[in-house]
């Protein structure tokens, strides 16, 4: 087995605004508190909190439990998938600062001929400032960085995954490496009425109103190592050079409109893209308790991948998320339409269930019409599109260190289901294993 050692990215959480007097954290999740309810005798439902790290209400507060957390972006994810743990966080006057992250070692037999093996290490962290803007406003900064260059251009194994490029060439069966600058953004909130909040989001790296949140956000794949073969029918923008937001958000729904960069990162992973407004998106979430959360999006994007300049593509997507007590799970379907060119669809489903304070099970199962499995011209299967599955199941272990510091341990295996056409380049029955070690400050 051939290993080659890289490191990945850094990912911490969002802090909320200083009316809260406790916080709670979760890697998963970063939230915002819910404006202080109005001296009415009934009070105004609270409007969606930001995931990473949630707070609590103060003792005796009536303000209702909010029904939705923020995850990437300006995402929702439901309020159940709150955190148990803090990460790094301090004030300094008015400001809130919050750091979080996680750091895992991966080792992968991705099996078939065109499978590869890797030893990997993958890192996210972000630090995040934020304050109130008077009685009624707030403001919340945010960074997040990652160190996925140093794996190279060509990232990790992970068969039937394609999208973007390295050195010219198109990436097959490969999870391409994030850029350093993940997020540089702001976020400006207003109460508008009771249980209403206008809210601005933007900067010159963050994530459009499209699609459900990013996978690494998302608690239902805790524990998934590899990216999913559908990312890009799903969240692959959630890193844009350029994104401008302005949406309104209660209790129950949030309605969003973007600007956006349509053209993916390029592969000069270390520094800036070009910096555009040249697609746009709407976004529509209903989250009718604590449990749930719905969204529907649709968006027009020029021209977004390198190797199909002139295709742009209109994308739809829904999903529906779930959260109960240690059981997260994500249902979601996409459709990408070229243009000009054929609509692809993709379906994901996953799951991931703490069955208590050390041990959890998860799975993923995906369904990918993809077209660009063999990027070579004049090969015989160029263009040609495929319906391929994928599925996965796994379980992690884990090992309190500190107080703030918990080592996960485990691992998955894949299966695949595909056409016989397939099978020369594939193998008959391909089969991927990971093994993992999981470094998380804050949970």
Same mark, same amino acid.
């Given at each position: 087995?051939?290993?080659?050692?890289?490191?990945?990215?850094?990912?911490?959480?969002?802090?909320?605004?200083?009316?809260?007097?406790?916080?709670?954290? =979760?890697?998963?999740?970063?939230?915002? %508190?819910?404006?202080?309810?109005?001296?009415?005798?009934?009070?105004?439902?609270?409007?969606?909190?930001?995931?990473?790290?949630?707070?609590?209400?103060?003792?005796?507060?009536?303000?209702?439990?909010?029904?939705?957390?923020?995850?990437?972006?300006?995402?929702?994810?439901?309020?159940?998938?709150?955190?148990?743990?803090?990460?790094?966080?301090?004030? #300094?006057?008015?400001?809130?600062?919050?750091?979080?992250?996680?750091?895992?070692?991966?080792? /992968?037999?991705?099996?078939?001929?065109?499978?590869?093996?890797?030893?990997?290490?993958?890192?996210?962290?972000?630090? #995040?400032?934020?304050?109130?803007?008077?009685?009624?406003?707030?403001?919340?900064?945010?960074?997040?960085?990652?160190?996925?260059? +140093?794996?190279?251009?060509?990232?990790?194994? !992970? +068969?039937?995954?394609?999208?973007?490029?390295?050195?010219? $060439?198109?990436?097959?069966?490969?999870?391409?490496?994030?850029?350093?600058?993940?997020?540089?953004?702001?976020?400006?909130?207003? %109460?508008?009425?009771?249980?209403? /909040?206008?809210?601005?989001?933007?900067?010159?790296?963050?994530?459009?109103?499209?699609?459900?949140? *990013?996978?690494?956000?998302?608690?239902?794949?805790?524990?998934?190592?590899?990216?999913?073969?559908?990312?890009?029918?799903?969240?692959?923008?959630?890193?844009?050079?350029?994104?401008? /937001?302005?949406?309104?958000?209660?209790?129950?729904?949030?309605?969003?409109?973007?600007?956006?960069?349509?053209?993916?990162? =390029?592969?000069?992973?270390?520094?800036?893209?070009?910096?555009?407004?040249?697609?746009?998106?709407?976004?529509?979430?209903?989250?009718?308790?604590? !449990?749930?959360?719905?969204?529907?999006?649709?968006?027009?994007?020029?021209?977004?991948?390198?190797?199909?300049?002139?295709?742009?593509?209109?994308?739809?997507?829904?999903?529906?998320?779930?959260?109960?007590?240690?059981?997260?799970?994500?249902?979601?379907?996409?459709?990408?339409? $070229?243009?000009?060119? %054929?609509? +692809?669809?993709?379906?994901?489903?996953?799951? !991931?269930?703490?069955?208590?304070? $050390?041990?959890?099970? &998860?799975?993923?199962?995906?369904?990918?019409?993809?077209?660009?499995? &063999?990027?070579?011209?004049?090969?015989?299967?160029?263009?040609?599109?495929?319906?391929?599955?994928?599925?996965?199941?796994?379980?992690?272990? $884990?090992?309190? +260190?500190?107080?703030?510091? #918990?080592? *996960?341990?485990?691992?998955?295996?894949?299966?695949?289901?595909?056409?016989?056409?397939? !099978?020369?380049?594939?193998?008959?029955?391909?089969?991927?294993?990971?093994?993992?070690?999981?470094?998380?400050?804050? %949970?």
């Amino acid at each position: 087995m051939k290993y080659r050692m890289t490191v990945a990215a850094l990912m911490a959480a969002t802090p909320p605004p200083v009316a809260a007097a406790a916080q709670q954290h =979760d890697h998963n999740q970063h939230k915002m %508190d819910a404006p202080a309810p109005s001296p009415s005798p009934t009070p105004a439902p609270a409007p969606a909190q930001h995931m990473h790290h949630g707070a609590t209400p103060k003792p005796g507060s009536e303000t209702p439990k909010p029904n939705a957390q923020v995850a990437s972006g300006t995402a929702l994810l439901p309020a159940a998938e709150g955190g148990q743990h803090g990460g790094l966080h301090a004030m #300094t006057g008015d400001w809130m600062l919050m750091a979080h992250g996680y750091a895992w070692g991966a080792v /992968t037999s991705q099996g078939g001929p065109r499978g590869d093996d890797m030893a990997f290490v993958q890192s996210m962290g972000m630090v #995040t400032a934020s304050r109130p803007l008077g009685d009624s406003a707030r403001i919340e900064l945010r960074g997040m960085f990652s160190l996925d260059p +140093l794996m190279g251009r060509r990232g990790y194994p !992970n +068969l039937f995954a394609a999208g973007e490029t390295a050195n010219g $060439r198109a990436l097959v069966d490969r999870q391409h490496p994030h850029d350093l600058f993940m997020e540089l953004a702001a976020r400006v909130e207003v %109460d508008v009425a009771p249980g209403a /909040t206008a809210f601005l989001y933007g900067g010159p790296v963050g994530e459009p109103a499209l699609g459900p949140p *990013a996978f690494m956000h998302r608690r239902s794949a805790r524990y998934q190592t590899m990216s999913p073969i559908a990312h890009h029918w799903f969240d692959s923008t959630h890193i844009t050079y350029g994104v401008a /937001t302005a949406g309104v958000r209660a209790r129950a729904f949030q309605i969003e409109a973007s600007a956006f960069k349509g053209r993916e990162p =390029d592969e000069e992973r270390w520094g800036f893209d070009p910096i555009k407004l040249d697609s746009w998106s709407l976004r529509a979430t209903f989250t009718p308790s604590p !449990n749930w959360a719905v969204q529907v999006s649709h968006g027009r994007l020029e021209s977004p991948e390198a190797l199909h300049g002139g295709n742009d593509e209109a994308r739809t997507t829904a999903s529906v998320h779930y959260a109960r007590g240690g059981l997260s799970a994500t249902l979601a379907w996409s459709a990408k339409n $070229r243009i000009p060119g %054929d609509v +692809l669809s993709a379906w994901v489903a996953e799951a !991931n269930w703490d069955v208590d304070a $050390r041990h959890s099970i &998860f799975g993923r199962a995906e369904l990918v019409r993809n077209d660009e499995l &063999f990027p070579e011209h004049g090969h015989p299967l160029h263009d040609r599109p495929f319906r391929v599955a994928r599925f996965e199941g796994g379980y992690a272990y $884990r090992i309190p +260190l500190a107080d703030k510091v #918990t080592l *996960a341990l485990g691992g998955s295996v894949a299966a695949y289901a595909k056409p016989d056409a397939l !099978n020369p380049y594939y193998g008959d029955s391909p089969v991927s294993a990971t093994g993992f070690a999981k470094l998380t400050l804050g %949970d």
